[in-house]
């Protein structure tokens, strides 16, 4: 086992991949930016040090400095929570060139998911559900107008290197093809570097529903079960539950078996999540692969009793998965509702100094947060403040618990997204738990239509 990890990253994460070393006896080392210098992450760790200016690039996403850190600190391992560079083949390799393990896959199993074409093209291989579309990156106006042409309107163009909820543009009507084409090819090369693009059907009212897996290196797989994440802002998750309703248990353990499969396929080892579209009949597409642990795990953990960080430490440190397939079993519902710091109808983002902070507990109710009286949001980085995890024994119970949970907690001193998060609680369609990756378009301060592609 390793005896210090570095974790690289900071808020709720960070705390958090703490919380399991310190449970394993493993020592940790802080990095931190200037703007984090009385983080609670920086407080908890054994040891840390300053990695740069509050700008991401210059601290968060600075891989000499972060390598520096573990070599000054003499860390054996590196965790990189979610986000940042949670998800760079190129932190992987230079680990392993620096003999520090990546607490994650392998470099060339995170470059192959990473990039979205060509993970559709080997999950296609292994026999993974798809939406129809392109083959690969499309290169040209006329190839993508003769593909959309083929799988029919609308149609979603995506960036290859697409994270985020960014880079997304949905095709209503062959007209509209062509700028959209080139706009997302612009916007891709500006976001992301990398300016390639696909074609995938657009389905209209899908759920997005996520496998969340766990793979050893002596080739053990299993799932963990799904999480509903249809709740999404601009393609980004706000609320998540697992199990999700629609889903039996007969297709749990269809899906399950095509992901464990799959990931066997691709020689997948840690922790990753497979999302799906699920269309109105119960079908599943395969969107993406994420290689790394999700901002929404908690959810899962709390079903299953599993401690997917711990589980990555051990998984990364050579150790065999410690339970098998047919011991994962499912108890209860959980919840999950992200709180950001922004206003709570417009989504403007809302930093500065929180003056009271209080979010209850009791039975059933797990806070993750970084967050507290009298520390400050810098605006430098996710809006999001605290996750507050709920569980029952069934979903009814879940919602009450949160909903308790939301209306007795106080933050002061910023906007945050708490009374949204009541308001959809309240909803009879969420109640029902009639819900679709659409749900959020009600709760917005526009809704043309129209504006949906500019905003995706
Ligand atoms: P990202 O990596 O940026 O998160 P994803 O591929 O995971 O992008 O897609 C994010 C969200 O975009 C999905 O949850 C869904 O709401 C929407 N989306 C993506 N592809 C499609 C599609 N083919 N049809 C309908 N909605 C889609």
């Not at 802080?30 to 703007?35: I, P």
């Not at 996750?387 to 007795?408: P, S």
Request: overall charge neutral; aromatic content about 6%; glycine content about 8%.
């Amino acid at each position: 086992m390793f005896k210090k990890i570095l974790v690289a990253n900071r808020g709720e994460i960070a705390l958090r991949v703490i919380f399991a070393c310190r449970e394993l006896g493993i020592k940790t080392v802080a990095v931190y930016s200037e703007a984090d210098e009385n983080s609670l992450h920086v407080r908890f760790a054994d040891e840390d040090i300053c990695i740069g200016p509050a700008r991401s690039a210059d601290s968060y996403l600075n891989v000499p400095a972060i390598i520096s850190a573990a070599e000054i600190t003499g860390a054996d391992a590196i965790h990189p929570g979610y986000g940042f560079l949670s998800e760079s083949a190129y932190l992987a390799e230079v680990c392993e060139a620096c003999h520090i393990r990546f607490i994650g896959p392998d470099p060339n199993v995170i470059r192959l998911l990473g990039d979205k074409a060509k993970a559709r093209r080997a999950m296609k291989k292994a026999g993974v559900p798809m939406l129809p579309g392109s083959d690969g990156p499309v290169d040209s106006e006329e190839a993508a107008t003769k593909i959309a042409a083929s799988i029919g309107y609308p149609v979603i163009i995506k960036a290859v290197a697409g994270g985020g909820g960014r880079g997304m543009r949905i095709v209503k009507e062959p007209k509209e093809l062509g700028h959209a084409f080139r706009t997302a090819q612009r916007e891709a090369e500006a976001a992301f570097g990398v300016g390639d693009v696909y074609l995938e059907k657009y389905l209209e009212s899908p759920r997005h529903i996520e496998y969340q897996i766990l793979g050893d290196h002596h080739g053990n797989v299993v799932h963990l079960g799904e999480r509903e994440c249809s709740i999404q802002r601009r393609h980004q998750k706000l609320i998540e539950e697992s199990p999700s309703i629609a889903v039996s248990e007969k297709a749990r353990r269809k899906m399950g078996a095509v992901v464990v499969d799959a990931a066997r396929a691709v020689q997948y080892t840690n922790a990753g999540t497979f999302e799906f579209l699920m269309d109105a009949k119960g079908n599943f597409y395969f969107m993406e692969v994420n290689t790394r642990v999700q901002v929404e795990h908690p959810v899962t953990e709390w079903v299953t009793g599993i401690d997917i960080v711990k589980e990555q430490i051990r998984i990364a440190a050579g150790e065999r998965l410690s339970f098998k397939q047919s011991e994962v079993t499912f108890t209860g519902h959980s919840i999950e509702c992200r709180v950001n710091a922004e206003d709570p109808v417009t989504f403007v983002p809302s930093p500065g100094t929180i003056h009271a902070f209080s979010i209850p507990g009791g039975p059933g109710v797990r806070v993750d947060t970084a967050a507290h009286a009298e520390c400050t949001i810098p605006p430098n980085y996710d809006s999001m403040i605290a996750k507050i995890i709920v569980h029952g024994r069934d979903r009814q119970e879940a919602i009450a618990r949160m909903k308790r949970t939301l209306e007795m907690s106080v933050v002061e001193g910023i906007r945050t997204s708490i009374p949204l998060h009541l308001r959809i609680l309240n909803d009879p369609d969420f109640i029902a738990g009639r819900l679709s990756t659409h749900f959020m378009e009600r709760f917005m301060p526009v809704k043309k239509p129209s504006t949906l592609a500019e905003s995706a």
